[in-house]
Every structure is written in structure tokens, then in C-alpha cells.
């Protein structure tokens, strides 16, 4: 079975630093491509950003929101994603869902973790 | 302000038919058939219902049916039961090789 467990949120002020991480298990993580997608509080879904397996070249894609203060990366050896967050604005205030993108192709969302709750207030 | 248009509330009575509108543009649900569809209960994580415009993954209800046409997809959800009220979003892959969500439709059932 599937399980993707984050961790990692917290309260923190504007314009500190906070890294999720996302320990996935049931797959093969090394072939996994994973996403992180958020939810404010009483509002919808939005997407992060997504990280490609190193085999396939392990690039990033990233939402305008978010680009150039939010940094993904993996560690297969530990089959863990991490998403560091940096500039923190009071707008990132979500929680966070770690995803794979289990079809070939990765373009959905097809197994979500239960998420973790980052709160950015002062 | 989410990129794809959903009405906020539908609702039917059990047993009826409802369909729930997303509406996008060409850059996104216009240009691909790279939509989804997502149902979320409170203080859950979403489920993916529909892919690639219409397919169902393995254990989903065959009550529930996606379409597209032009830049508006479009999930059906058909004999509603009590157990189908509660929020679905629609999601489409862009050109900018991103994802746009929509803004969530909370389904009732009357």
C-alpha cells in the first residue's frame, strides 16, 4: 500500500525559513515523480511545485507564487522529497500535501499524504 | 483568484443526475486533455476521480464521468447518494508546464 507521510509544519513569522519533508513508501520512490500541492484554510487546491526522478533529469517546475523562495529536492536513499521554503510570506499559509504522480507521463495527482500545516503569522 | 472556473454549489436530489462545469482556456484545458478531477471530504486528502478527461481509476464508481469540449470540462455525476456530498475540483496540465486547479464545487444533496 501507498503511504506518503509528511512532516515538517509549524508556526513561523514572516520572512523566516521552514522545510517539509515527505517520506514515501509502497512504491518505488526513485522512479517516483512528486509534487506538493497546498490548501489555505477554507480555499482550494493549489499546485507548487514538481520534482522529476533523477533518471529523468530531476528538474523542477514551480508555481509563479512560490518561484525563486521554495526549493524541492530528494534523498531516494531515504525515499524522502523536501520542500524548503524560504521568504515565507503570511499568503503560504496552507496546508501542504506531498503527492506522487503515480501515471506514466506524470501529469496527476494520484496518491496524496495527509499533509502538514504551515501557518506564516507574526 | 484560481485559473479554471467552477460553479461554487450544485445540488440534486438521490438518484438524480448533476454536473459540475470547469472552465479554462486554451493554454490549459482548451490546448490539452490533460484534465482531472479530484473529490475532497473534510479534513481529508483529495482522491483522484477522473483522468485524461474521462477515464476512472481503478475503484472509482462508474457513477462518475468526465467530458471536455472547447475550453470547458465538465464531471457528471450520475444516481447521486448521500455519500457523494462534498467537494470536487477539476485540475489541468498548462502550457507554462504547470498545474491550475479550480476554485471547488460543493455538492449538496438534497
Known amino acids: 500500500e501507498v503511504h506518503l507521510v509528511e512532516s515538517g509544519g509549524g508556526l513561523v513569522k514572516p520572512g523566516e525559513s521552514l522545510r517539509l519533508s515527505c517520506v514515501g513508501s509502497g512504491f518505488i520512490f526513485t522512479d517516483a515523480w512528486l509534487s506538493w500541492v497546498r490548501q489555505a484554510p477554507g480555499k482550494g487546491l493549489e499546485w507548487v511545485a514538481r520534482?522529476?526522478?533523477?533518471?529523468?533529469?530531476?528538474?523542477?517546475d514551480s508555481a509563479a507564487p512560490v518561484t525563486g523562495r521554495f526549493t524541492l529536492s530528494r534523498d531516494d536513499s531515504k525515499n524522502t522529497l523536501f520542500l524548503q521554503m524560504n521568504s515565507l510570506k503570511t499568503e503560504d499559509t496552507a496546508v501542504y500535501y506531498c503527492v506522487w504522480m503515480a501515471r506514466a507521463g506524470g501529469l496527476y495527482f494520484d496518491n496524496w499524504g495527509q499533509g502538514t500545516l504551515v501557518t506564516v503569522s507574526s | 483568484q484560481p485559473a479554471l472556473t467552477q460553479p461554487a454549489s450544485v445540488s440534486g436530489s438521490p438518484g438524480q443526475s448533476i454536473t459540475i462545469s470547469c472552465t479554462g482556456t486554451t493554454s490549459d484545458i482548451g490546448g490539452y486533455n490533460f484534465v482531472s478531477w479530484y473529490q475532497q471530504y473534510p479534513g481529508k486528502a483529495p482522491k483522484l476521480l477522473i483522468y485524461?478527461?474521462?477515464k476512472r481509476p481503478s475503484g472509482v464508481s462508474n457513477r462518475f464521468s468526465g467530458s471536455k469540449s472547447g475550453n470547458t470540462a465538465s464531471l457528471t455525476i450520475s444516481g447521486l447518494q448521500a455519500e457523494d456530498e462534498t467537494d470536487y475540483y477539476c485540475s489541468s496540465y498548462t502550457s507554462s508546464t504547470t498545474w491550475v486547479f479550480g476554485g471547488g464545487t460543493k455538492v449538496t444533496v438534497l
Open positions: 485524461d478527461v474521462s
Open positions: 520534482l522529476k526522478s533523477i533518471a529523468s533529469g530531476g528538474t523542477v
